[in-house]
């Protein structure tokens, strides 16, 4: 049974602390799959911050590609002109600002490697009185001749055909070593750097409108509108308008121009040192002619001969090439490293020409953070640190992103940094969790201690009970036997006529008849103990007067407690008639004086008293003895069924061996008949020695 036990409780450690393993990994599990769902959820929003950007990348560069060519040219004759004789001039719908969604400061680069824009009609320089639009274009203007032309001119004073004819050559041409990124794909060192911090928690998005957005128009116009577009302006204008500063004579006074000349806000020189301090004589006629064209004058339609001589055409193919990028090198701070601009070839004929714009670097991180704004989910925020860096005290991680998405415009990367407004709520919900779970495990600890002690102490009741099981058996065979023997014993003696004193035969049969009682007695101890296990014990409560029954029984038992050396004395008090069961009450008063001769059969004084009173709603039935007394450590156990005191002594001679033995069922029977009848059984105490058991029945009420 032991062995069973302890084998189901390793068992059942075993199995909780697995469980409890299990469940802490179960946890460990939730917590990176919180994690790893969070981090899904970074990288949803930066996928559709990284679809909207492309989004709005695309429609710009799509419209910028579909743009006329003409527009870039300050006076520009429409394409849908019906009198060929009659061509208006118009004034560029660019020429209001220079900013213009992504694009600021349109240009066009002509052949002879001059430069205009929709901002002003030509070169010199508008003087100071005019407006401050086209006194920037100016500054602009010097921007790109000391930037954008060197680096696409390798050298060549002029641009000639094929210099920048496709997006496979520009990336095979060598790059400055101050150039950022090209369209090419070079890194910056920016970018460098933050190759080199990526890790599972950052990620490229590729942003590729350059290449997915564009495809190269071919048209056909007509020559006239062609050459028309080409001229500067009326030919009665062309004495007041000069010719653009050609390429070489730009570079040259770049080169005169003073190292301490001020920049602007672009890295430019200022506006005197643009214009050589020179007055404009004409700046006035330029702008009055500007405001007549406004109002849609007429240029006659002219012709302007190839150069071998041959007889013109009345068609001309045209063909746009697609945008491609370029990153050069400017003082103010950018977040790509230089200042970025889309350049697309326009080839007409054998004239080549390069038009474009710088990125609005500002116009892209405000459509980049409204996209962000608009994707942010709960408990997230975001911040560009190259373009709006936030300083952050040496040593603080709480400010570190939870996600970093590298948007690659392909000319340059943008790192956007996702980060939690409270980025200690994972952890938060995890000790949490696991504070939660350690008291469930502790729960269950408990649980499964107390259910195993409780187990344990079942087992070992169970097997003190089949123990007493055991003794109680032997005991019974024991009590049994000794009557029976004696009883035999003088049933042959009486048969073979061997007994002829008259006194030993009254002796003989007056010891067969207390052994036939004693029998008696037991055998009913047995079936009463039985009955009252399984419920079946029936009581007859009768009026009647309890004095009289305990009288009769101690007359009854006075013989035998009489040939075991006591002498029984009777004090029954004055007690009122009251229902009881007669044989219950027989049953008590028999077993607490046959367990007083039992265990006082050594005692020096061998005096039984049995007494009744009335003790408040209870009728008390007493049995004091002087022998060696109950010790207060097994009181309550001698109720118990099959239980015995162990330790009482046996001392003296005894005419019957099983003096001190017994089954252990009279006080058990003592104490549910009492119960029965409503009372009580307590133990007391007899000076000097000596124990006195109290039986209380309660009185029902008069008249009841």
């Keep these: 049974m032991y062995t069973r036990l302890i084998i189901l409780s390793v068992v059942i450690v075993i199995a909780v602390c697995g469980l409890g393993g299990l469940g802490y990994h179960a946890i460990e599990k939730w917590s990176e799959g919180l994690e790893g769902a969070r981090l899904g959820e970074f990288a949803e929003v930066a996928e559709q911050v990284r679809q909207d950007v492309k989004r709005k990348l695309d429609e710009f560069i799509r419209a910028e590609q579909q743009r006329e060519y003409t527009e870039y040219r300050y006076y520009y004759v429409p394409a849908n002109v019906v009198d060929a004789q009659q061509m208006p001039l118009l004034r560029s719908p660019l020429g209001n600002e220079l900013s213009n969604s992504f694009a600021y400061g349109y240009f066009q680069v002509e052949p002879d490697g001059s430069v205009v824009t929709p901002y002003y009609p030509g070169e010199p320089a508008p003087p100071v009185e005019q407006d401050e639009l086209a006194r920037e274009a100016q500054r602009y203007v010097t921007n790109l001749r000391r930037n954008i032309i060197p680096s696409?001119?390798?050298g060549s004073d002029t641009l000639v055909a094929g210099q920048i004819d496709r997006e496979a050559e520009v990336e095979s041409r060598p790059v400055p070593p101050a150039t950022a990124k090209t369209r090419a794909g070079s890194p910056t060192p920016a970018a460098v750097e933050m190759s080199e911090a990526k890790s599972s928690r950052s990620k490229a998005y590729p942003i590729e409108s350059l290449k997915e957005a564009q495809e190269a128009q071919t048209f056909t116009q007509q020559r006239s509108l062609m050459e028309s577009n080409f001229q500067q302006a009326a030919p009665s204008q062309q004495t007041e308008l000069s010719v653009i500063e050609p390429l070489s004579q730009s570079r040259t006074r770049r080169a005169q121009q003073p190292a301490s000349a001020p920049l602007d806000r672009r890295g430019v020189a200022g506006n005197a040192a643009v214009a050589g301090g020179q007055p404009n004589a004409v700046a006035d006629s330029m702008q009055t002619q500007a405001d007549q064209y406004e109002g849609a004058p007429t240029l006659p339609s002219q012709s302007i001969s190839p150069q071998d001589g041959s007889s013109p055409s009345e068609m001309v193919q045209i063909r746009v090439e697609p945008f491609i990028a370029l990153v050069v090198p400017g003082q103010e701070p950018s977040i790509f490293g230089g200042q970025v601009f889309l350049l697309r070839h326009v080839q007409i004929e054998d004239r080549r020409l390069l038009q474009g714009f710088q990125l609005d670097e500002q116009k892209l991180i405000t459509e980049v953070e409204e996209s962000a704004k608009r994707f942010m989910r709960d408990g997230m925020t975001f911040e560009l640190p190259q373009a709006r860096p936030t300083p952050q005290p040496a040593g603080d991680t709480k400010g570190e992103p939870a996600y970093t998405a590298i948007l690659d415009f392909g000319f340059g990367d943008l790192a956007l940094n996702l980060t939690e407004i409270d980025p200690a709520w994972i952890p938060k919900r995890i000790g949490e969790l696991h504070f939660i779970y350690f008291g469930i495990i502790a729960t269950v600890a408990v649980a499964v201690s107390l259910a195993l002690a409780s187990l344990w102490h079942n087992v070992r009741t169970q097997m003190a009970l089949v123990r007493k099981k055991d003794d109680f058996i032997s005991a019974?065979?024991?009590?049994l036997r000794t009557p029976l023997t004696s009883i035999r014993m003088y049933a042959e003696m009486l048969e073979k006529n061997w007994v002829k004193s008259t006194d030993k035969l009254a002796e003989y049969y007056r010891t067969m008849r207390q052994e036939s009682e004693r029998l008696s007695r037991l055998v009913e101890n047995v079936l009463d103990f039985a009955r009252l296990q399984k419920g079946r014990k029936r009581y007859a409560f009768e009026l009647g007067s309890i004095n009289d029954c305990v009288g009769k029984v101690v007359e009854m038992m006075r013989p035998y407690a009489e040939q075991q050396g006591f002498t029984v004395l009777t004090n029954l008090g004055k007690v009122e008639q009251t229902s009881f069961d007669k044989d219950a009450v027989t049953q008590i008063v028999v077993n607490l004086i046959d367990n007083a001769v039992k265990y006082a059969h050594g005692a020096a004084d061998k005096m039984i008293t049995v007494g009744t009173r009335t003790e408040a709603a209870f009728t008390i039935i007493e049995v004091e003895d002087h022998g060696p007394g109950i010790p207060h450590r097994q009181r309550r156990k001698v109720f118990d069924q099959f239980y015995r005191c162990d330790d009482a002594p046996v001392e003296g001679p005894s005419q019957?061996?099983?003096?001190?033995?017994?089954?252990?069922?009279?006080?058990?029977?003592?104490?549910?008949?009492?119960?029965?009848?409503?009372?009580?059984?307590?133990?007391?105490?007899?000076?000097p020695t000596g124990v006195v058991l109290r039986v209380g029945l309660a009185t029902p009420p008069t008249g009841s």
Excluded: D, P
């Excluded at 019974?476 to 009590?479: F, L, Q």
């Excluded at 059984?681 to 000076?687: D, H, T």
């Design 152 to 154: 696409v001119g390798s």
């Design 476 to 479: 019974v065979s024991h009590e």
């Design 656 to 687: 019957n061996s099983s003096a001190a033995t017994g089954t252990g069922l009279g006080l058990t029977l003592v104490k549910r008949f009492a119960e029965a009848h409503g009372g009580y059984v307590e133990i007391g105490s007899v000076e």
